[in-house]
């Protein structure tokens, strides 16, 4: 197994779930859609004695009239059908129902927020409702969360699983509103078949799109989205109304394969009433597997859950018998055994694995995402091209009942680019600090250091050549008559989301979950994240935490020495953490960047940087620790002259959606974008507006972290 398939296996895609319509899971089967539109009159509102079906590959055939009247529009007003301990929510109107059971009905949709996170579909988890005199809601086609073909037949399985012993309400939704539940048949498929190959596969709704003004700041274009942004195609033979969103380079960050790229994007489908449904390409091959990798993973989830419930009473137990934390870890694995793998949840896409390719013996373990940006990485596995024509081209295998192709010269530009952004990384200084300092953050001895041969330790650096006879770019033919591309995905990049840290300030003490919404690929997490499980902590109010789930983080993978993590080995035998580190790349979104902010000469970066922590009311340690991991970070850069800019909390729950519970009643989070130049640049620049963190009354959550490059 490659390192990066180990790394990715501890992701959390079963969280993202959470950002699927309608409560569902990714794929779940739909009724078979039929040349005449299903009579919604007839459907059962009683879910008991409901069955499931699988994935319907026939051609996907649209309902003969438009199901819902009207446009996307914005309720300005909270409609209370959750209870607010949980999260926030926001509410729109979708169309009106024109026919079956539900005419004359709104459809409403509740979005809930993870922090206030903007539009980014991982970072929320959607509600479908219908209603005729808004005190009264059905909701619509439920499914219990991590169980995608298994209908929710009470308000408490359609929850999701939200509900917290901590928390004292008794329900997820509130009952004096939310009366029922029902099913009902979509205008749009989950599934959409194009051709023999291919199909589409339904992720989540958009209900607006969030984008960058000309200040550089994120702003909603919505309620509803602008279909005149995006580019149509084809139908095929599913008569739908299917977009994309051309792809855009950063201004004044172009990169050597950016004028090949076409398509990075979801695939958009409207309804009638103009909501936008986010879809990813797969091969039918990888949806015809579906039901039997849901089975195993379902099953998988149990063994673990029960394993996991074994372990909280054996810990519970263990802990009233006054056993310390650094020794109740090993004690439950002596009384119970280790835990059982945690498998992932199944996701249909278009990525291959060298196992899928015929008869071709140089390849390598993965393929996915091709370019992956530092810290966020494209919402599709695959990516479309421009400028590259079949003529470009060589069969080499099939995969998936698709043939596959490589570039006819190996010196071609975009192995270049590859190469470049792969291996060709240059070298890197690191300070190695004296394990003996008496003061943490420390720069010591500098170590020039190959970058590739860092991040990727043990493993040759292949020469350019080596590399292309590997075939680290596979291509294919997408239904619509496009280039797509996959890229490796087993060597590591030593960019990414650096060292953001999460400091937790409950006014007493607290067993705190964190978890992430989205697929985050951690490169660093101290202590351990578990995936599906998140981090299990007691939080003090002085900030200081101690780890709940000491079984999974090993103690001795810790370098002293290591900027960043000099804390960690001692933190981690003592069981006494100063907060939550992680390090990694958002697999599913594009990382933001920025136009506002400052010009700063290295000299004064210190200074500067310390000025604006303390302008948004981050507290001398916070201040402290920041600034002894980024100052000797940036100041090993050659360029003298730094762009320097925020991601704030709205950017930053959008990236890396974040689920707290309990709930913080303050959640401030920080991370520094940058640039570095060998001149002062000649480009006017406007301030930044920061945000500030102007009390600190409640559980507050703070978080700062940075762009590694």
């Known amino acids: 197994m490659s390192k990066n398939l180990k790394i990715a296996l501890l992701t959390i895609s079963g969280i993202v779930l959470l950002g699927l319509v309608a409560g569902a899971g990714y794929y779940l089967g739909q009724t078979k859609t039929s040349?005449?539109?299903?009579?919604?009159?007839?459907?059962?509102?009683?879910?008991?004695?409901?069955?499931?079906?699988?994935?319907?590959?026939?051609?996907?055939?649209?309902?003969?009239?438009?199901?819902?009247?009207?446009?996307?529009?914005?309720?300005?007003?909270d409609l209370e059908l959750i209870n607010k301990e949980y999260t926030e929510t926001s509410y729109y109107l979708a169309g009106k129902v024109q026919d079956g059971k539900y005419k004359d009905y709104?459809?409403?949709?509740?979005?809930?927020?993870?922090?206030?996170?903007?539009?980014?579909?991982?970072?929320?988890?959607?509600?479908?409702?219908?209603?005729?005199?808004?005190?009264?809601?059905?909701?619509?086609?439920?499914?219990?969360?991590?169980?995608?073909?298994?209908?929710?037949?009470?308000?408490?399985?359609?929850?999701g699983g939200l509900e917290d012993k901590d928390i004292t309400t008794a329900s997820f939704f509130s009952k004096d509103k939310v009366v029922g539940l029902d099913t009902f048949t979509e205008e749009i498929p989950k599934t959409i078949k194009l051709n023999g190959n291919f199909s589409l596969i339904q992720n989540h709704l958009i209900l607006y799109d969030d984008e960058v003004d000309t200040s550089g700041n994120y702003k909603s274009t919505g309620p509803g989205l602008d279909y005149?942004?995006?580019?149509?195609?084809?139908?095929?033979?599913?008569?739908?109304?299917?977009?994309?969103?051309?792809?855009?380079?950063?201004?004044?960050?172009?990169?050597?394969?950016?004028?090949?790229?076409?398509?990075?994007?979801?695939?958009?489908?409207?309804?009638?009433?103009?909501?936008?449904?986010?879809?990813g390409l797969a091969y039918n091959s990888s949806v015809n597997s579906l039901d039997a990798k849901l089975e195993k993973y379902v099953s998988d989830k149990k063994s673990f859950d029960t394993y996991q419930e074994l372990y909280n009473k054996t810990n519970d137990k263990l802990t009233k018998q006054g056993l310390t934390f650094d020794k109740i870890g090993d004690e439950i694995i002596k009384v119970i055994g280790k835990s059982p793998d945690y498998v992932d949840y199944p996701i249909p896409n278009t990525e291959i694995a060298k196992n899928d390719l015929?008869?071709?013996?140089?390849?390598?373990?993965?393929?996915?995402?091709?370019?992956?940006?530092?810290?966020?990485?494209?919402?599709?596995?695959?990516?479309?091209?421009?400028?590259?024509?079949?003529?470009?081209?060589?069969?080499?295998?099939?995969?998936?009942?698709?043939?596959?192709?490589?570039?006819?010269?190996?010196?071609?530009?975009?192995?270049?680019?590859?190469?470049?952004?792969?291996?060709?990384l240059g070298t890197n200084v690191e300070y190695r600090q004296d394990p003996n300092a008496t003061e943490a953050g420390i720069p010591g001895k500098e170590v020039e250091v190959d970058t590739f041969t860092s991040s990727n330790p043990n493993t040759p650096k292949p020469t350019f050549e080596q590399?292309?006879?590997?075939?680290?770019?596979?291509?294919?033919?997408?239904?619509?008559?496009?280039?797509?591309?996959?890229?490796?995905?087993?060597?590591?990049?030593?960019?990414?989301?650096?060292?953001?840290?999460?400091?937790?300030?409950?006014?007493?003490?607290?067993?705190?979950?964190?978890?992430?919404?989205?697929?985050?690929?951690?490169?660093t997490d101290i202590p351990k994240y578990v995936a599906n499980l998140g981090w299990n902590v007691l939080a003090n109010?002085?900030?200081?935490?101690?780890?709940?789930?000491?079984?999974?983080?090993?103690?001795?993978?810790?370098?002293?020495?290591?900027?960043?993590?000099?804390?960690?080995?001692?933190?981690?035998?003592?069981?006494?953490?100063?907060?939550?580190?992680w390090s990694g790349n958002r697999i599913g979104a594009e990382y933001p960047k920025q136009s506002n902010g400052w010009i700063v000469e290295k000299?004064?970066?210190?200074?500067?940087?310390?000025?604006?922590?303390?302008?948004?009311?981050?507290?001398?340690?916070?201040?402290?620790?920041?600034?002894?991991?980024?100052?000797?970070?940036?100041?090993?850069?050659?360029?003298?002259?730094?762009?320097?800019?925020?991601?704030?909390?709205?950017?930053?729950?959008a990236l890396a959606p974040m689920q707290i519970t309990p709930k913080p009643d303050k959640v401030f989070r920080i991370f520094l974008d940058w640039d570095n130049f060998k001149t002062k640049p000649d480009f006017e620049i406007q301030p930044q507006i920061l945000d500030k963190l102007n009390s600190r009354d409640g559980f507050t959550v703070v978080e700062w972290g940075g762009l590694k490059k």
């Open 541 to 581: 109010p002085n900030g200081e935490l101690q780890d709940l789930q000491t079984q999974y983080t090993n103690c001795d993978i810790f370098n002293n020495s290591h900027l960043g993590s000099e804390y960690a080995k001692n933190a981690c035998v003592r069981n006494n953490y100063p907060y939550l580190y």
């Open 603 to 653: 000299k004064d970066l210190n200074s500067f940087l310390n000025a604006k922590l303390d302008s948004m009311r981050l507290n001398q340690k916070e201040r402290t620790d920041m600034l002894q991991y980024w100052i000797p970070y940036l100041s090993n850069k050659s360029g003298n002259y730094f762009r320097v800019s925020f991601l704030q909390t709205k950017e930053m729950n």
């Open 35 to 77: 040349e005449k539109q299903t009579d919604n009159s007839t459907q059962s509102s009683n879910l008991q004695n409901q069955t499931t079906q699988g994935l319907d590959l026939k051609p996907s055939i649209p309902i003969s009239k438009p199901l819902f009247s009207g446009k996307v529009s914005k309720i300005d007003k």
């Open 358 to 424: 015929q008869n071709l013996n140089s390849a390598f373990t993965k393929y996915s995402t091709p370019f992956p940006d530092s810290c966020g990485n494209s919402t599709s596995s695959s990516t479309i091209l421009q400028n590259v024509t079949q003529k470009d081209l060589t069969k080499i295998s099939s995969a998936n009942g698709v043939d596959i192709y490589k570039l006819s010269n190996p010196l071609h530009p975009l192995y270049k680019a590859q190469y470049k952004l792969k291996v060709d």
């Open 106 to 159: 709104d459809r409403v949709i509740m979005q809930l927020n993870a922090f206030g996170a903007g539009g980014d579909p991982f970072g929320v988890n959607y509600n479908i409702f219908f209603t005729k005199d808004y005190k009264q809601f059905t909701l619509i086609n439920p499914f219990i969360k991590n169980e995608a073909k298994t209908p929710a037949k009470t308000l408490d399985e359609a929850s």
């Open 467 to 523: 590399y292309v006879a590997e075939n680290p770019l596979l291509f294919f033919i997408d239904p619509w008559d496009r280039i797509a591309t996959l890229g490796e995905y087993e060597y590591l990049l030593p960019g990414g989301c650096g060292k953001p840290v999460v400091y937790l300030y409950p006014s007493v003490p607290t067993k705190v979950n964190v978890k992430f919404l989205a697929n985050i690929q951690l490169t």
């Open 228 to 279: 005149t942004k995006y580019t149509k195609l084809q139908s095929l033979n599913s008569g739908y109304n299917i977009y994309y969103k051309p792809y855009k380079a950063d201004i004044g960050y172009v990169r050597e394969y950016d004028k090949y790229i076409l398509q990075r994007s979801e695939f958009i489908v409207s309804d009638s009433s103009g909501l936008g449904i986010a879809y």
